[in-house]
């Protein structure tokens, strides 16, 4: 292998991303155990800060054309090169049967980075792994067909629930070039692509988290119970993370009880949910905060009372999967409020590490109470979450896992 051009390629869908932590978490754990990748992004940067995890990776960072007209002379002379692989034919056959049933420019587009990929690839790559199963993975398996080359996935929410089935059968088979391989991070998701997987394994690897990257929790001095409330929540400002029913929660909150919330992320819903806050009569108790690096995420939750994160199922059908930021949080010690929906009850066992409540808001609302009149539960199970991060959510066996199949993906066995 040269030195200069590592035998695999990782495709993410931009890089770096604030919002994903644990993509960047993962890449810099495979490099430190040894495995050596180049970085292809499908679309360039658009956060103005960067978590300090990004500033440690080392690998090489190419960029897909974001938009195939953007760069038609790089885009026209990929095609022409990738033509001449011995499986455009073949890539070309299935996108065509994709796209008939997908007719959209972003499948187009994929086809098109895809051309890029097969062609400028160094050929010393023996092998794509994509991050996500919808998009990235789509290129990854265009241009690994082309290349006569295996590929790989991890998967994680919105690619598992609101991809097609038909395509993500496809990418579970090997009849029609299949992955190598897929882990997902929950075994929620796990079971569901495991049930459609046709000569694909798909393994369960959590993400974990890495303490090493954590300040041990605070020595808190914990709130009483008349104490002033500070709530605090990370997450985009989607509808599957709930924020619009947490609104509506703290919006049915006694008049005696002393609250402020603090909401970290971006988002499209930003000035909906602002505006619902100026409605509900509540906005002079938030501070939206924006996107923000990791540091200062984690000084606000070693400044905070209680996270809440009232995930629910969007109507599209997206949803979390286990969100790194309950462990992030379970690793300063804060008490947790979450939903049951997807995997968090894989890291949450409701009145053991935390509550899990109905997303309604009359139900958020009471489980706010319960946790602010009850500050003695609420310590004790934030003690058991932190415990249970642990002894069952360390990072190194999932990535000692995906080393082992990477190597084999990349070995040909």
Known sequence: MSQDHPNLAVLVKGWPRLSETFIAQELVALEEAGQSFEIWSLRHPTDVKRHPLHDRLQAKVRYLPEYLYQEPDRVWAARAAAQALPGYAEAYRIWRADLARDPSRNRIRRFGQACVLAAEAPAEVLGFYAHFLHTPSSVARYAAIMRGLPWSFSAHAKDIWTSPEWELREKLSAAHFGANFGATCTGFGAKHLQDLAKGTPVDLIYHGLDLARFPEPPSRSWRQAKDPLKLMSV??????????????????????????????????????????????????????????????????????????????????????????????????????????????????????????????????????????????????????????????????????QLVIRLDAMLQGS
Do not use: Y
Not at 235 to 241: C, Y
Not at 337 to 343: F, G, H, K, Q, W
């Open 235 to 400: 997450g985009r400002l989607v509808e599957k993370k709930g924020f619009d029913r947490l609104i509506a929660a703290l919006a049915l909150l006694p008049q005696d009880l002393d609250w402020h919330w603090t909401h970290i992320g971006g988002g499209g819903l930003n000035d909906l949910l602002q505006d619902m806050a100026e409605d509900a009569g509540v906005a002079q108790r938030i501070t939206w905060r924006g996107a923000c690096d990791q540091p200062e995420v984690i000084e606000a939750m070693r400044a905070s009372d209680l996270f809440v994160l009232p995930s629910r199922i969007a109507k599209d059908g997206d949803r979390d999967g286990l969100p790194n930021v309950l462990m992030e949080a379970a690793s300063q010690l804060l008490p947790i409020l979450s939903t049951p929906v997807s995997a968090i009850p894989e890291f949450i066992d409701s009145g053991t590490h935390g509550l899990l409540s109905k997303d309604d808001p009359q139900a958020l609302a009471n489980a706010i109470l319960s946790l602010a009149r009850n500050p003695n539960m609420a310590q004790e199970m934030a003690e058991a979450a932190l415990e249970r991060l642990r002894r069952d959510f360390g990072m190194d066996p999932g990535i000692a």
